[in-house]
């Protein structure tokens, strides 16, 4: 009787859970590699669409020779990463705000700010967010800009970069049809 229960509990709870995920729609993604050797893939980025419109993007890093350490990561303006990543110039910034940490009174609307990596270089972060979107052309329009991971650490301060060191992986935000 009670392991009927437990049955019927798991699989009402299977089915809250999916009724959930039905509300995300993944509409675009990044494929990060090193600046260094781009045939070395470094990490990923997800991109969800949220009912209530905002995007959620789910960001995973797995850079063997940085682990135990902080890797800085933040949206750049364009989606070319050659020159070790410098084509990608500066931090996207549509709203024209100082350089800051996510969530703080000023902030640029790509800087997820520093993942730490455990002992085998693996991180994730999860952001979700109205400042960005798919659209074309749009002010916060996300397709086609760049993600750079740094090699050092985002102080959150210095502008308009955090200091955050020597560009070493990069990916492009594409569109999923
Ligand atoms: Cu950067
Ligand atoms: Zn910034």
């Known amino acids: 009787m009670m392991k009927r229960y437990l049955l019927t509990l798991a699989v009402a709870g299977l089915a809250i859970f999916s009724a959930c995920n039905k509300t995300e729609k993944k509409i ?22 949220l009912s209530n419109g905002e995007i959620k993007m789910d960001l995973e890093i797995n850079f063997a020779s940085k682990a135990d350490s902080n890797v800085a990561v933040h949206f750049h303006e364009h989606g070319d990463c050659g020159d070790m990543g410098m084509n990608t110039h500066g931090h996207w910034n549509p709203t024209k705000e ?60 210095t502008q308009p970069t955090g200091n955050s060191g020597p560009r070493i992986g990069c990916g492009v935000i594409e569109s999923v049809k």
């Not at 002992?119 to 659209?135: F, L, M």
């Open 28 to 49: 675009a993604s990044a494929t990060l590699s090193e600046t260094a050797d781009n045939s070395k893939t470094i990490g990923t980025a997800k991109f969800y669409e």
């Open 98 to 157: 100082n350089h800051g940490k996510w969530g703080s009174a000023a902030y640029h609307s790509g800087d997820i700010g520093n993942i730490k990596l455990d002992g085998k270089g693996h991180g994730t972060v999860s952001v979700t967010t109205d400042r960005w979107n798919v659209k074309d052309g749009d002010l916060k329009g996300i397709i086609g800009r760049g993600i750079i991971v740094h090699g050092g650490t985002d102080d959150y301060t």
